[in-house]
C-alpha cells in the first residue's frame, strides 16, 4: 500500500511493505528516508485543520484595491504615463491577491510512533485517501500487536501470559470476549498438554 503526497517542491512518499512502514521525504535542497515498524504506531491519530476565512478574506481585498486603483485610472486617464506607479501596484496587488487565495492550509493528520511523529498533509491527494491509509495503518498495527501477545505458547508462563493479554485489553486492543477466549484456551490448552 503506497501514499504519496505533494505540497509545492516538498513530496512524502508512504509505502507499507509487510509489517514495516517506509518513509521518503524530498524538497528541493534535501532528501530522507527511514522506517518505523508497523507495532510502533499508537493507536490514535489527531487531525489538525485551519480555516481559510482569513486568507480568502485577505486575498479578495487585494483583489479589490487592485480593481479599484484601475477603476481610478481608466477613469481620470493617464495621458502623461503619471500613473504608471497606481498601475503596477494594481498588477502586485492582484497576484498578491491570487496567491492569497490559491496558498494551501497546513492540515495535518498525525500519528504518534516510538520514535516521532508521522505528519500527513490531510489534502493531498484528498482527505478520504489520507484518512484511510492512516486507518489501515492503525488497524495493521492493532492486528500485529494481538498476533504477538495473544499468541497462546506453552513456553511462556501462564502469569505473563495473562499480563500480555491484560495489557492488550487495557489498551483496548482487544474485547473482553476475546480475552476471556484466550484466557480459557491458554488454561484448557495447559491441561490437555
Do not use: C
Amino acid at each position: 500500500m503506497k501514499l504519496i503526497q505533494k505540497r509545492g517542491e516538498k513530496t512524502k512518499e508512504f509505502e507499507l511493505i509487510g509489517n514495516e512502514l517506509f518513509i521518503k521525504e524530498k524538497s528541493f535542497l534535501s532528501a530522507k528516508e527511514w522506517s518505523v515498524d508497523i507495532e510502533n504506531i499508537a493507536h490514535h491519530k489527531t487531525i489538525e485543520t485551519h480555516s481559510k476565512k482569513g486568507v480568502n478574506i485577505i486575498g479578495i481585498a487585494f483583489i479589490l484595491i487592485a480593481t479599484l486603483s484601475w477603476v481610478g485610472v481608466f477613469i481620470e486617464g493617464n495621458p502623461n504615463g503619471e500613473k504608471d506607479v497606481i498601475i503596477w501596484g494594481g498588477i502586485f496587488m492582484l497576484f498578491l491577491g491570487i496567491i492569497a487565495l490559491k496558498a494551501p492550509m497546513n492540515n495535518t493528520l498525525t500519528i504518534s510512533t516510538t520514535h516521532g511523529n508521522l505528519i500527513f498533509y490531510l489534502d493531498s491527494p484528498s482527505r478520504s485517501e489520507v484518512e484511510k491509509f492512516a486507518s489501515v495503518l492503525i488497524e495493521k498495527s492493532k492486528k500485529s500487536l494481538v498476533e504477538k501477545y495473544a499468541r497462546v505458547d506453552f513456553d511462556i508462563p501462564e502469569e505473563t501470559f495473562i499480563e500480555q493479554i491484560n495489557w492488550l485489553l487495557n489498551n483496548n486492543l482487544i474485547d473482553i470476549n476475546f480475552y476471556n477466549e484466550k484466557k480459557n484456551e491458554y488454561k484448557i490448552n495447559r491441561l490437555i498438554k
